[in-house]
């Protein structure tokens, strides 16, 4: 693998792709956290719920690994500021939207503008990492998953008590965002010219990976079983938790708002550990920890009684299991480097998608069985964990792309 070296971690940059996928993501959890506004509002049922996230995640699922591997061979450094241009018409529409028609018709709009986004973003993130490829996904992912923890909590404070017109006072936050990523793109722009004249100058010969295809094929294979495993479950408490801690409990849903809050925030938590850790030990531990060693926790979620106990678990439940997703991003991306966008948005997209399918039959079972038959049926999803056994030991390598 050809070696390019860099100056330093650019932690202004970093910090200001953290802050942008903070509002991009606190806009889509808008989405989920308005739930059970239209679920009274419209008359809909868990099966229709469960379509609005399949609906919104198929639409940033199918454009993300189309988007990444245009980005790897023409780079946009103003896609990341059209994206939330596309986002912030979504949130307009959604605040006015009264019905299901026009309600799925804003959250496609949300779900292309991040679909437009996350690649683009996400092989930034790469490039300003100064070679410490896991702290600088790790420092991009955390604030995706801050913005996405405010999300119930701003839903509890301002939605739930003024309902859904409440969505038209945040159109400010993409404005905001717009205009903080308009001096970081023009600082891609500069420098792209540079990364790729340094990449000519400096790759004789292509970049390859160490391994073969067909290992490549595997592991490849094998980190999808885990992002399935993984969203899958997320699926199950970002879209039903709040149900299932009211019907479960008979608390409000302003209640279960907070409870989902303090969901979200141990999930931002727990993936500014994974990186780090994934750098200095290897991510293949990190994988290992993360999905398999979750799966106590949910096998137990179902069974406990309390609120308290419930609130606890998923505390546990988040900080371990979002830890995965920056170390499977950048060993699949070590893997087969070169393809720093395209892999990003295969893996974001996948993500994305079996969420969005996931939450569409989880919505039916729950009307079919009861909410409950939900986390019994998902509680078993870590145990896929073990198939981690299958990828390669890769030491870790100091290689860089610009």
Partial sequence: MTKVTTEKTTF?????????????????????????????????????????????????????????WYADRHPQPYALPFGMFLTLCGLCRLAVAASYAEVLFSVILIGIGSAIFHPESSRLAYYASGGRFGLAQSLF????????????????????????????????????????????????????????????????????????????????????????SKYVYWASLSTFYQFYLKDKFHITIKHAQYCQFIFAFSVAAGTMIGGPIGDRFG??????????????????????????????????????????????????????????????????????????????????????YGIDTVYHICSYLPLLGIVTFLLPNMRKKRTELM
């Fill in 12 to 68: 202004l940059v970093l910090a200001a792709l953290s802050s942008f996928h903070a509002f991009n993501d606190l806009m889509q959890s808008l989405i989920m956290a308005i739930y059970p506004n239209i679920h009274d509002t419209l008359s809909l049922n868990m099966l229709q719920i469960g379509l609005i996230t399949l609906v919104y995640q198929i639409a940033s699922s199918m454009f993300q690994p189309i988007v990444g």
């Fill in 141 to 228: 992912q955390v604030g995706g998953n801050f913005g996405s923890s405010i999300g119930p909590l701003v839903a509890a404070i301002f939605i739930t008590t003024y309902g859904q017109g409440m969505l038209g006072a945040f159109t400010a936050v993409p404005i905001f965002a717009i205009c903080l990523m308009l001096p970081v793109s023009r600082w891609y722009k500069k420098r792209l010219y540079s990364i790729e004249e340094r990449r000519r100058n400096t790759a004789k010969t292509p970049l390859k990976s160490p391994y073969p295809t067909r290992t490549i094929v595997i592991s490849l294979c094998v980190l999808l079983i885990l992002i399935f």
């Fill in 283 to 368: 991510r293949k531990y990190v994988i290992w920890a993360s999905i398999l060693g979750v799966a106590p926790f949910t096998l137990l979620l179902p069974h406990v009684q309390t609120l308290r106990a419930t609130c606890i678990l998923t505390v546990f439940i988040g900080l371990i299991l979002s830890s995965a997703f920056s170390a499977i991003l950048v060993y699949a991306q070590e893997l087969v480097p070169g393809k720093i966008g395209m892999i990003a948005g295969l893996f974001f997209g996948f993500a994305f998608g079996i969420a969005g399918i996931s939450s569409a039959f989880l919505g039916g079972v729950a009307d079919k």
